[in-house]
């Protein structure tokens, strides 16, 4: 059964920086497209950033870009996101998202494992 689970989320004043996790469970998630998407209250879950198994890949939204990196290592089966000059509008549930896939994809749709999310508050 795969099984995904993000950590380090939290409270941080704007212009701090978090770095999120996410344990994957699977044996082949090297074979993986692994995925960032956040929801805030009210609104539609969002990209944030993606990358391919190779790591070579790495794809992030234009409303992160510049602030927001995504990696993967492989050997621990765990994917991040480095969050640095967060502001007030990122604060939103954050969820990690795994496909068997070779592409970046960006819509919520197109993935097929989820994890249980991981709050992020960005305090003014």
């Known amino acids: 059964q795969v099984q995904l689970v993000e950590s380090g989320g939290g409270l941080v004043q704007a212009g701090g920086s978090l770095r999120l996790s996410c344990a994957a469970s699977f044996r082949t998630f090297n074979f993986y497209t692994m995925g960032w998407f956040r929801q805030a209250s009210g609104k539609e879950r969002e990209f944030v950033a993606g990358i391919t198994w190779s790591g070579g890949s790495g794809y992030v939204a234009d409303s992160v870009k510049g602030r927001f990196t995504i990696s993967r290592d492989n050997a621990k089966n765990t994917v991040y996101l480095q969050m640095n000059n967060l502001k007030p509008e990122d604060t939103a549930i954050y969820y990690c998202?795994?496909?068997?896939?070779?592409?970046?994809?960006?819509?919520?749709?197109?993935?097929?494992?989820w994890g249980q999310g991981t709050q992020v508050t960005v305090s003014s």
């Open positions: 998202a795994a496909k068997g896939t070779t592409v970046v994809l960006t819509t919520p749709q197109q993935y097929d494992y």
